[in-house]
C-alpha cells in the first residue's frame, strides 16, 4: 500500500471516528431532553391531581389546553416518510436547540430512494454538522437554519441555508474554503464525490448574510 493511500486510509477512519463521537453527544442529548420531558410529565400529573381533588374542572381544562398549545410549539419530531433521513434530522435538530440554533425545516421524501441510506446520512450530517458550525459564530439570536427536502420530478431536491456574519465568503481554487481548520474540509468532498457518483448536481452560494447549499439527486 502506498504512503497516499495510507494517509487516505487515516483520514477515512479519523472522519468517521468523529462521526461516531458527534452521533453519541447527539443521542445523549436526545436522551437529556426525554429526561426532562419526563420529569415535567410528573409535574403536570400532580398539578392536576391537586384540581381533581379540588373539583375545579374549569381548571382542569385550562390547564389541558395550556399543555396542548405547549406541546405543539415544542413537537419538532420531522417526519419525511423515510426512515434513515427521519433519523438523521431529528438527531441533528436537538443537537443545533441545545446549541440555541433555531432550526426551520420542512422535509417530504414520500417515494423510496434509489440511492443508499449512508449517501443520504453523509450528505444531509456533514451539510448539518456545516450549517451548525457556521452558526456558532452568530449572536444566539441570530443563529437560523433552514432546511428543505422534498422530490422535484424524478429528482431528490436537498436545500441548506444558514445565516452568516454578512462577510460574502471568498472561494479559494473553486471551492469556498470551510472554517473549522485544517483536515475539518473532508465532510466536503465527501459530499461532492457522493454527488458526483450519483450524477447529481451541487450548488454552493455565499450572498451577504447567507450560505446555501442545494443539491439535487435522480432517482431513477
Not at 54 to 74: F, P, S, W
Not at 156 to 164: A, D, G, H, Q
Not at 187 to 198: A, P, T
Request: aromatic residues 8%; contains cysteine.
Amino acid at each position: 500500500m502506498s504512503l497516499f493511500s495510507k494517509q487516505i486510509d487515516k483520514r477515512i477512519a479519523a472522519y468517521q471516528r468523529e462521526l461516531i463521537e458527534t452521533h453519541y453527544r447527539e443521542v445523549d442529548n436526545m436522551y437529556r431532553q426525554i429526561r426532562g420531558w419526563r420529569h415535567d410529565y410528573r409535574n403536570h400529573i400532580q398539578t392536576m391531581k391537586v384540581l381533581a381533588a379540588n373539583g375545579d374542572m374549569d381548571a382542569i381544562k385550562a390547564y389541558l389546553d395550556e399543555l396542548d398549545t405547549d406541546l405543539n410549539t415544542v413537537d419538532t419530531v420531522v417526519k419525511t416518510g423515510n426512515a434513515m433521513a427521519d433519523a438523521i434530522l431529528n438527531s441533528k435538530i436537538s443537537l443545533a436547540q441545545s446549541k440555541c440554533i433555531t432550526v426551520h425545516c420542512d422535509a417530504h421524501i414520500p417515494v423510496k430512494l434509489k440511492m443508499s441510506e449512508l449517501d443520504l446520512c453523509c450528505i444531509i450530517g456533514n451539510l448539518f454538522d456545516n450549517a451548525i458550525e457556521a452558526s456558532l459564530t452568530l449572536p444566539e439570536d441570530q443563529r437560523l437554519i433552514r432546511v428543505y427536502m422534498d422530490m422535484k420530478g424524478t429528482q431528490l431536491y436537498i436545500s441548506f441555508t444558514n445565516f452568516t456574519s454578512g462577510k460574502k465568503m471568498e472561494k479559494i481554487g473553486g471551492l469556498f474554503q470551510t472554517t473549522k481548520g485544517d483536515g475539518h474540509g473532508f465532510g466536503l468532498v465527501r459530499i461532492d464525490n457522493i454527488i458526483e457518483r450519483l450524477d447529481g448536481y451541487l450548488s454552493r452560494n455565499s450572498e451577504d448574510g447567507a450560505f446555501t447549499t442545494e443539491i439535487l439527486i435522480p432517482q431513477v
